[in-house]
């Protein structure tokens, strides 16, 4: 819808500004699309019209917008040539940031294009106006270009102080990934000089900002990475400890896949196949004895017996899910296989038991807060209203069709009016 809306200011007669930002938007949502054909065209409009404004500032942006098209397109020369003409523009308008991002740019196409002498030049100047405007995420990223070049060139020695700044700079940066990146690549050059003790520290701390993440994929890399140096060092014990958690953390990768398969499936309503990928998740959670991950794959296998109809095994499942669900504390999980307990039993007619499940899910519900806790008090509530309303209809048709045998309907009656009243709360 934003593109529709950029698209009807282009429309828009006799308002070449308003135009100038329409055009400069739409650029920038088809080039963050990976649309960089659609982007250059735009680009060039948009550079016709700071042209037609005599609006400098605007030309060098577009230049700069149309040079990092070319590069991300792998037209370095067209790169360069763009990158060139925006930091003419940003000199001639003192523009000095726009000056420190054109030489990290221009540094970046030149290094591509193999002229590594004339790459290091603009990277550095990119480093030296940064430093300048004490603008510290610029400084970061001119520092990590450094350390990078270095690097990709076997320049070691070189690359280390590079990443060590940027280290230093990181309490200001809040960027994690980006930090755990910079001690990957320290971790590297280190190991590669041969300073074991040192590959390990730094490894050791993209592990520690991986976990932090939660992202498994950086974790199992650092770990590989760790179990090298260490075996580097001549500690065999902690080098296979190492393999054993790389091992771990690709089997729970591997669960993870088998899971989002299985929602696939059951989104595309093909619950046999989402059945077998949820039955593989659940093998693999169980072999690595991890309760958490068990849980919620009994949670999944759950889901799709209750939409095969297959209520006992829906209800078994759920079952096995509470059981872990107390192992592990977790208030929250209970709650929520109270309630699917709960409706299981409407679903197969068992209004009592059903109450009972829904009662059971409120009362652990009572004591959370948050408002998610509150929507689901809700939606208990209803649930419990909607089940006194069947228990109601159903005794009051057994009265009707038993008028002799009033005991247990009577009473059933009296439940099914008291709790129908939930759902008006």
């Known amino acids: 819808t934003a593109g529709v809306n950029y698209r009807q200011g282009l429309d828009l007669p006799g308002a070449p500004k308003h135009r100038d930002y329409s055009v400069l938007y739409l650029s920038i949502i088809h080039q963050m699309k990976g ?18 404004l ?32 925006e930091l003419q523009i940003s000199m001639e308008v003192n523009d000095r940031a726009s000056q420190a991002s054109t030489h990290g740019n221009l540094a970046v196409a030149y290094q591509a294009l193999g002229a590594h002498d004339r790459a ?71 190991y590669c000089l041969g300073n074991y003790q040192d590959a390990v520290k730094y490894y050791e701390q993209d592990l520690a900002l991986a976990k932090d993440l939660h992202d498994k994929l950086s974790q199992a890399k650092a770990y590989c990475n760790l179990g090298l140096a260490f075996k580097a060092l001549g500690d065999f014990t902690k080098a296979e400890e190492c393999q054993k958690y790389l091992l771990s953390l690709e089997r729970r990768m591997e669960a993870c896949a088998y899971a989002a398969l299985g929602a696939t499936y059951r989104l595309v309503q093909k619950y046999d196949k989402a059945l077998g990928y949820h039955t593989q998740e659940l093998e693999v959670y169980q072999e690595l004895g991890d309760v958490s991950g068990e849980c919620k794959a009994h949670g999944h296998l759950a889901a799709v017996y209750m939409a095969l109809g ?32 709960g ?27 948050g408002n998610e806790a509150v929507m689901d008090r809700g939606r208990a509530y209803g649930n419990l209203g909607d089940s006194g309303h069947l228990l109601l209809g159903a005794s009051a048709g057994h009265c009707s069709r038993h008028p002799g045998q009033t005991t247990g309907g009577r009473r059933q009656l009296r439940f099914g009016r008291c709790v129908s009243s939930y759902g008006r709360v």
């Open 35 to 52: 649309d960089y054909e659609t982007a250059l065209k735009l680009h060039k409009t948009h550079l016709a019209i700071a042209q037609e």
């Open 54 to 85: 005599n609006d400098y500032a605007a030309q060098g942006r577009s230049y700069g917008n149309m040079g990092n098209a070319y590069n991300a397109l792998g037209a370095f020369d067209q790169a360069v040539r763009y990158h060139r003409q």
């Open 120 to 190: 290091l030049q603009h990277y550095q100047n990119h480093l030296n106006i940064a430093r300048e405007l004490r603008d510290v995420q610029s400084e970061a990223r001119a520092l990590g270009n450094l350390g990078n070049f270095h690097c990709s060139r076997g320049e070691f020695p070189q690359a280390v102080p590079y990443y060590e700044q940027y280290l230093r700079l990181s309490p200001d940066l809040q960027d994690m990934e980006s930090e755990g990146k910079v001690c990957h690549n320290l971790g590297y050059a280190h």
């Open 310 to 341: 297959k209520y006992a095994m829906a209800f078994k499942s759920y079952e096995e899910q509470l059981e872990l669900g107390r192992r592990l504390k977790d208030p929250v999980v209970e709650a929520q296989v109270y309630g699917n307990m």
């Open 343 to 369: 409706i299981t039993k409407m679903n197969v007619g068992v209004m009592e038991e059903a109450i009972g499940y829904l009662e059971q899910q409120l009362a652990t519900l009572q004591q959370l807060s």
